[in-house]
């Protein structure tokens, strides 16, 4: 040990967190005084980094910071929207959040260090800033370490501990972009839509809410909708023949193994064709093998589960939303008992000992027999995925636990994670093999008459992957996008847990597509976010600069927005169609006689005394109806 002891302030993301990483690291742990009530101080004796050291362990609770306009912009009656893109913009501690700040302030003034262990994703490096920022108010001389890690066990946090780094402000400063951009664009246009329609339209809720995100993933559910709307059906025939074999690794005694051959043609939606073609076959059914591709003799076992699978999985197989997928899975991850569940990694590094993973689950009574065979010489080193952010290992089990220590849907999703993992380490089930030239005679051939059908409405597994294959949002954001579209009153999902729109979501999302007519950018398309999002990883790269992609999205939307707003008869057309009670003076060009002549009695809003109908006969301004319009 070298040096005198120094005290050491350690921040994770929440309480449980802080909790568990203390007893793991401690050989016993007491509490410390605190100045918040949810915060607690866990303090223990810890060498670090070959230094005594007196470790303060606390938390914080999410995001200390929100950004938010200056307070001038902060009226919505008074602040033209357009006026936002250009707007200040503060990130001030929140309300909720100040006796955290007390807390980290307090602690910061007694130590030497400050050891971040936020969670290791975007979000959580911009927290740690946010943290940083506070304790560097307190104390400036602090030095400031990143701990890295990627579940909560004792060996992933000591191997932190010995490699601690430098938190990352480009990760940081994506954060920031986003949640800028996103401020600017959705209070621009949320309170023009609502100032324009909560009055004038039978709205379900006093709010018609925009965001960059949650406009393209409505779009998705919304065009779906259309899609299986429009669909006019129509018959077909198809031939399926299916062939037996002896399974001739295990022997005669064994039950045969079959396969069903699909027609390379598919389908006709000439039946009489389909009959001749069907008749030959039963004249003359042996066929003849032409191709065998070794590639398909196993059925492929799955690859390891990222966070967008595990959403996709849970909503298919549990019937599980993603926003509730994700409370479970980050409450399994605090207490130890899963990896971290935020990860874009389909690839397990070769320096993990993943036997060792798998013999905790030998004693388990659901899986331990099948844990068992692995361990005895089934296993196999499980197939890499297309994703590798190198970050996070896959979600992945580190306890064995038992049905009785977890609430019906904790025990649902661990499970799926536990039986994922193992499956993943195990070879494919084995398909019949087949010879060049082999001579084969068809157990059944069968001549079935079916129809077109039309898409599926989107299921939440549906509606993620169309996210992720678009880049909309992140494996973190993606749940809230859609609970948010949801919440909004834009759709909701049926008794087949599939995502119907309503008529506001319908006419929000027709507006959009008439907007694009004359602005060229379709706000209801995946396209405008995708290029935000791929931009915003280049600042996390550090190949971009905040300010640069800032400049560049917030412009290209301040065009977007002026033009809604000079065309919003297209809007005003398709809010009347779907859902009526709109006031014909809506979107109604007009003379203005005198701006500012009065305000709403009912919102607020500056109204504006106009004159409809074009000049008079003989020129002059003032041929038709005068009226107050709110602006």
């Known amino acids: 040990m070298r040096g005198d002891r120094i005290i050491v302030l350690n921040v994770a993301e929440k309480p449980s967190v802080a909790k568990e990483a203390s007893r793991l690291l401690s050989g016993g742990y007491q509490n410390a005084p605190t100045q918040s009530r949810f915060n607690p101080v866990h303090q223990f004796e810890f060498s670090l980094q070959n230094r005594s050291c007196t470790m303060l362990f606390t938390s914080v609770r999410g995001h200390l910071m929100s950004l938010d306009f200056a307070s001038a912009y902060q009226n919505w009656n008074t602040i033209p929207p357009e006026d936002l893109y250009g707007a200040p913009v503060e990130k001030n501690i929140s309300q909720d959040a100040g006796d955290v700040r007390k807390n980290l302030v307090d602690l910061a003034r007694k130590a030497q260090w400050l050891v971040l262990w936020l969670d290791c994703d975007r979000e959580g490096e911009n927290i740690a800033f946010e943290v940083l920022s506070v304790c560097r108010e307190a104390n400036a001389s602090l030095n400031v370490f990143r701990a890295v890690f990627s579940a909560l066990t004792k060996a992933d946090l000591e191997r932190a501990c010995r490699t601690l780094q430098a938190p990352d402000r480009n990760q940081s400063d994506a954060v920031d972009t986003r949640s800028e951009i996103d401020l600017r664009i959705g209070a621009s246009f949320t309170r023009f839509l609502t100032m324009r329609y909560r009055s004038r339209v039978k709205l379900p809720s006093p709010t018609i809410s925009y965001g960059p995100c949650q406009s393209p993933t409505l779009g998705f559910v919304v065009s779906r909708f259309v899609e299986v709307e429009n669909f006019v059906r129509e018959a077909y025939w198809t031939i399926r023949v299916t062939i037996s074999k002896p399974d001739d690794e295990k022997g005669a005694n064994a039950p045969p193994l079959s396969i069903d051959f699909t027609w390379e043609r598919q389908r006709l939606f000439d039946q009489l064709a389909v009959l001749v073609l069907y008749e030959m076959c039963l004249e003359n059914p042996e066929a003849t093998v032409t191709d065998v591709r070794g590639t398909e003799r196993t059925k492929q ?244 600069t905040k300010q640069e992609v800032l400049d560049l999205h917030v412009s290209e939307m301040k065009r977007v927005f002026l033009l809604l707003k000079s065309h919003a008869a297209h809007m005003d057309t398709e809010m009347r169609n779907r859902l009526g009670g709109l006031e014909d003076s809506v979107g109604r060009d007009g003379v203005t006689l005198v701006a500012n002549f009065s305000e709403c009695g009912k919102c607020r809003a500056p109204m504006d005394l106009k004159v409809s109908g074009g000049p008079r006969g003989d020129g002059s301004e003032g041929g038709g109806r005068t009226y107050i319009r709110s602006r």
């Open 301 to 544: 076992r799955p690859v390891p589960l990222c966070t967008v699978e595990l959403h996709k999985m849970a909503s298919r197989k549990l019937r599980m939303s993603s926003a509730r997928c994700m409370s479970i899975a980050e409450s399994l991850y605090q207490r130890g008992i899963i990896s971290y569940p935020r990860t874009e990694t389909e690839v397990f590094s070769p320096t993990m000992d993943l036997l060792s993973l798998i013999r905790v689950h030998i004693g388990s009574t659901a899986w331990g027999t099948y844990a068992q065979k692995l361990v005895d010489g089934d296993f196999l080193w499980p197939s890499d995925g297309a994703r590798d952010d190198k970050a996070h290992p896959p979600i992945h089990p580190l306890k064995l636990m038992q049905r009785s220590e977890l609430e019906e849907e904790e025990w649902k999703l661990y499970e799926f994670v536990t039986r994922h993992f193992l499956a993943c380490c195990r070879s494919g089930n084995r398909l019949p093999r087949f010879l060049v030239n082999e001579r084969v005679m068809p157990s059944s051939i069968l001549m079935s008459e079916r129809q077109t059908e039309p898409p599926p409405l989107l299921t939440e597994a549906d509606l993620i992957d169309l996210m992720d294959k678009n880049g909309i949002g992140t494996d973190a954001t993606m749940h809230d996008h859609i609970r948010t579209i949801q919440d909004r009153h834009y759709c909701y999902k049926n008794e087949n847990m599939q995502f119907v729109p309503t008529d506001l979501g319908v006419a929000l999302y027709q507006g959009f597509k008439r907007l694009a007519e004359v602005s060229g950018v379709d706000l209801s398309l995946p396209d405008l976010r995708a290029r935000m999002e791929a931009d915003m990883a280049l600042v996390a790269r550090g190949a971009k």
